[in-house]
């Protein structure tokens, strides 16, 4: 028996909201229905790994094609590329692109194959439109379903969920909260579901703040920081959780890198006992700013442990704002962390209602 043929977006208010982890899990979800699946994201964000002048194909559709092993005609390439260059090129051309063109163009790749067809929108509501592809427009243009990720902090972040529903109308089905604190799950699932569902804004999950798929790898670090490795560049894949700022005196250090784990320690390049004292914790890479160059004798311990050393250029404030602002910016190209999304999705969401609106069954 065959599946029907659906088209479902998914979306957000805002960037880096959780989208990937949600594709992650309801594809999964999905494929263990044996229903098929395809992924694209009309607008690619992210074509580090392109080469040739084969078709556009966005980093997070080629990742989830690798972590579900998808045949080559599940993956489809993107319309146009969202950058700088592009978005320039695009601007001094003097208009918008018409979204019913875009979309003419996006359902023809699209076609009419059996299964579920997963649209991933770009990060805002209005991220696209430049091209004829933010969000409303696609839904408009598909009249395709829509399913919001949406990074819950308190009871304000309802407001752009709001403004949502009055762009996207009958098409938004619901939404994905995420991020939430362990400390406020109860009370967001007791009180703000409810009250979010009496807005017409039905609620298919609630996802608790992960350390890990916010964590960024060690390597990731060292290309935001421009930072030369010291020893263990092999170690790059090391997943960075927390972090330390090694400016005080070394007990107080003990004291806070006993509480932390597999993180990144900012420190001056002079302070060795800071250092060692890392290397002595769950410390994932080591991060030196200032002039001076480390001891042979800390490279050495660092060799031993398998702790990458990095040297960074810039003062400790700024390093510091720079790894900060990489935790939970960061693409899901890890297979743990897939496999920790596809589980938390799991754990935590329910989408027999949503299926069920799909037309797929229960």
């Known amino acids: 028996m065959g599946h029907p043929s659906v088209t479902l977006l998914l979306g957000s208010c805002e960037s880096f909201s959780g989208k990937s982890a949600l594709v992650m899990g309801l594809a999964r979800q999905l494929r263990s229905r044996g229903v098929?699946?395809?992924?694209?994201?009309?607008l690619a964000t992210s074509l580090e790994e392109a080469s040739g002048d084969g078709p556009m194909l966005d980093d997070d559709v080629r990742f989830l094609g690798e972590f579900f092993?998808?045949?080559?005609?599940?993956?489809?390439?993107?319309?146009?590329a969202l950058g700088e260059e592009p978005t320039r090129r695009q601007l001094l051309t003097g208009a918008c692109v018409a979204a019913d063109a875009a979309v003419a163009a996006l359902t023809g790749l699209i076609g009419a194959a059996d299964g579920v067809t997963l649209l991933e929108a770009a990060g805002s509501l209005s991220e696209g439109r430049l091209f004829g592809l933010a969000l409303p427009q696609l839904a408009r243009g598909l009249a395709?379903?829509?399913?919001?990720?949406?990074?819950?902090?308190?009871?304000?972040?309802?407001?752009?969920?709001?403004?949502?529903?009055?762009?996207?109308?009958?098409?938004?089905?619901?939404?994905?909260l995420n991020n939430v604190p362990a400390e406020q799950i109860a009370t967001v699932v007791d009180e703000v579901v409810p009250a979010l569902d009496r807005l017409g804004l039905p609620v298919y999950g609630v996802l608790p703040r992960s350390p890990l798929l916010r964590s960024v790898t060690v390597a990731e670090l060292v290309n935001r920081l421009q930072a030369r490795v010291l020893c263990c560049a092999d170690r790059g894949d090391l997943l960075v959780e927390s972090l330390s700022i090694g400016a005080m005196n070394v007990n107080s250090a003990m004291e806070v890198f006993r509480r932390q784990r597999n993180m990144a320690v900012v420190t001056g390049a002079d302070r060795t006992d800071i250092q060692l004292a890392a290397l002595e914790a769950s410390t994932q890479?080591?991060?030196l700013t200032g002039a001076a160059e480390p001891l042979p004798q800390l490279v050495n311990r660092a060799q031993e442990l398998d702790v990458p050393l990095l040297k960074v250029e810039h003062d400790t404030l700024t390093t510091v704002a720079a790894v900060e602002k990489a935790f939970g910016h960061v693409r899901l190209h890890e297979a743990v962390k897939a496999t920790y999304a596809c589980r938390m999705v799991a754990e935590h969401c329910d989408f027999t209602p949503?299926?069920?609106?799909l037309g797929l069954g229960a």
Do not use: M, N, T
């Open 36 to 42: 098929p699946i395809r992924y694209g994201k009309p």
């Open 69 to 80: 092993d998808l045949p080559p005609e599940a993956l489809l390439p993107s319309v146009c």
């Open 144 to 176: 395709a379903p829509v399913l919001l990720a949406h990074a819950w902090e308190d009871s304000r972040s309802v407001e752009p969920l709001l403004e949502a529903r009055e762009a996207l109308g009958d098409r938004l089905l619901g939404v994905v």
């Open 285 to 287: 890479c080591l991060i």
């Open 354 to 357: 949503l299926f069920e609106r």
